[in-house]
């Protein structure tokens, strides 16, 4: 008997070089505002290369956040599947992270061990310099794709509940 794999949410980036760590301000945000059941894991992968494998490996389905290196506008969303870019129809290397995540899915499949599902959200990034803060462009998006990742996995029939946020006491002096 086979075991389930958890379903699994892959946050690639580097926080400090601005929309670079969307994926990590991503799965921050996601942390922060939504309780995830123990099927599914949350991963900050920074920009970690080859030691992604083993999530890789436990994890199916994978839903990598990301920031897309496409010729569109700054701060557009863009989702794609491990068939696009097994057919081609996107380009195999969108952003400097994707190359190592790719490279790893395949030296997965020669395990016979690669997850089944693969799905990238990303966004374009208008800002790659030196900065922790996302440019004015993408930070929206960071509720915006966290919020497609909840609903694609409610729809996939995983229980994932917001967090109820504390809300702050105002006291009345006499």
């Known amino acids: 008997m086979t075991k389930q794999k958890k379903a699994g949410i892959l946050g690639i980036g580097n926080l400090l070089l601005s929309d670079e760590g969307f994926g990590i301000h991503t799965i921050h945000y996601l942390e922060q505002n939504y309780t995830f059941p123990e099927d599914i894991r949350l991963n900050d992968a920074g920009t970690a290369g080859i030691y992604m494998a083993p999530f890789l ?3 199916d389905p994978i839903l990598v956040i990301d920031v897309v290196a496409l010729d569109a506008e700054p701060g557009s969303v863009h989702c794609f599947s491990s068939k696009d870019i097994g057919a081609g129809t ?3 290397k969108m952003s400097p992270h994707q190359l190592g995540l790719l490279e790893m899915l395949e030296i997965c499949k020669l395990r016979d061990c690669q997850p089944e ?6 966004v374009v990034p208008a800002d790659l310099q030196t900065s922790m803060e996302l ?3 993408v930070a929206p998006r960071v509720k915006e794709i966290a919020e497609r990742i909840v609903n694609w996995l409610r729809q996939a029939g ?3 509940t917001e967090k109820l946020q504390a809300t702050a006491k105002v006291v009345h002096h006499a």
């Open 90 to 92: 996107i380009p195999s």
């Open 57 to 59: 490996e436990e994890c």
């Open 117 to 122: 599902t693969v799905e990238f959200f990303c």
């Open 135 to 137: 440019s004015p462009q």
């Open 158 to 160: 995983h229980t994932i």
